[in-house]
């Protein structure tokens, strides 16, 4: 499976998608790429910023995307 597949299906399952997310559960390191080729295809992914706590406890903003 493709890892854009993968990210569209995770969506479609109506769950929300961050980069780290991406990475960790999905095996996706350029999910802003896979995000942009699925928007091409025409789908309404939406793009909101939110803060999250990283691995080193550092409050950074972040990408989120849903459908």
């Known amino acids: 499976m493709s890892q854009q597949k993968r990210i ?3 969506l479609e399952s109506g769950k929300v998608l961050t980069r780290l997310i991406a ?3 999905l095996g996706s390191k350029e999910a802003p790429a896979r995000i942009s080729e699925l928007r091409a295809k ?3 992914i939406k793009t ?3 803060s999250v706590t990283n691995r080193y406890s550092e409050k950074i903003r972040v990408a ?3 459908i």
């Open 8 to 10: 569209r299906e995770y």
């Open 64 to 66: 989120e995307w849903s």
């Open 48 to 50: 909101k910023m939110v």
């Open 23 to 25: 990475d960790d559960l």
């Open 42 to 44: 025409g789908y309404d």
